[in-house]
């Protein structure tokens, strides 16, 4: 959520919470998330964003593959959720869809569990390094990714860019940088502490710098926030 300036991916990482931070606000300005309301985490992992949540909703459910202190659900493959159709006032998916095969499935599921009215927040990368955990499969434009949603019945009403082509080639430096350093023991770790602080304060200065329309179609992470499309 807040991660020091001198970690190694804590630029994506603030830039991240930010967007989702306004996201957030708005839906409880609109009235979509309320006290009474339900969320619901496809791929929680660690559940980082409950706390942007939690304030404002009745239940924060958590689900993934494996059960955990923090996993509400556990996803049997090959079978829906142990939720009610149209429960969830909001499905929030964050930096998962790229580690999903079957991704009709996962959206279906996403969607069946969606109220009518109800939103989808959902973040996975344009551009990034290959990162399995088990598995990476995917990678997004802007267009493809809207796209993508659109053709499984959603409708998108916003895109947010995170992290622009100046600021994520230094990202990327950062990370390789972090890597090798921090095999050279306690010495090699405080001189990767000091880099990843500066390229932070670099990374500011490029997304500054970047054109809107440059960021907004070459983005390192996309966020979005969609709602399920109905014909009558």
């Given amino acids: ?5 001198w970690r190694h991916d804590a630029y994506t990482l603030r830039k991240l919470a930010t967007a989702l931070q306004g996201i957030v606000n708005k839906l409880v300005s609109g009235g979509l998330l309320t006290a009474t309301g339900t969320v619901v985490d496809f791929g929680a992992g660690d559940t980082p964003y409950r706390p942007l949540f ?3 909703c009745g239940k924060y459910l958590a689900c993934d593959l494996t059960a ?5 659900i556990v996803f049997k493959p090959g079978e829906a959720l142990d939720l009610a159709a149209a429960s969830a006032d909001c499905v929030v998916s964050f930096q998962v869809l790229e580690h999903v095969w079957d991704i009709d499935a ?6 069946r ?3 009518r009215d109800g939103r989808l927040v959902l973040s996975t990368h344009g551009t990034w390094l290959y990162h399995p955990h088990p598995t990476d499969y995917r990678r997004w434009t802007r267009d493809g990714l809207c796209k993508e949603l659109e053709e499984r019945g959603f409708e998108v009403l916003d895109v947010h860019p995170i992290v622009g ?11 390789a940088y972090h890597h090798v350093l921090s ?4 010495l090699g770790r405080l001189c990767g502490a000091g880099l990843c602080a500066l390229m932070y304060g670099r990374m500011l200065l490029e997304d500054l710098i970047t054109p809107k329309a440059l960021r907004e179609t ?11 499309r109905h014909t009558d």
Wanted: aromatic share 8%; net charge positive.
């Fill in 1 to 5: 959520m807040n991660p020091p300036i």
């Fill in 54 to 56: 939690a304030p404002h």
């Fill in 68 to 72: 955990g202190p923090q996993i509400d």
């Fill in 106 to 111: 996962y959206l279906a599921e996403c969607r």
């Fill in 113 to 115: 569990v969606l109220a």
């Fill in 165 to 175: 082509p100046l600021a994520w080639t230094t990202q990327f430096r950062t990370l």
């Fill in 183 to 186: 095999h050279l023991g306690p």
């Fill in 218 to 228: 070459n983005s390192a992470i996309y966020m979005l926030v969609a709602r399920p």
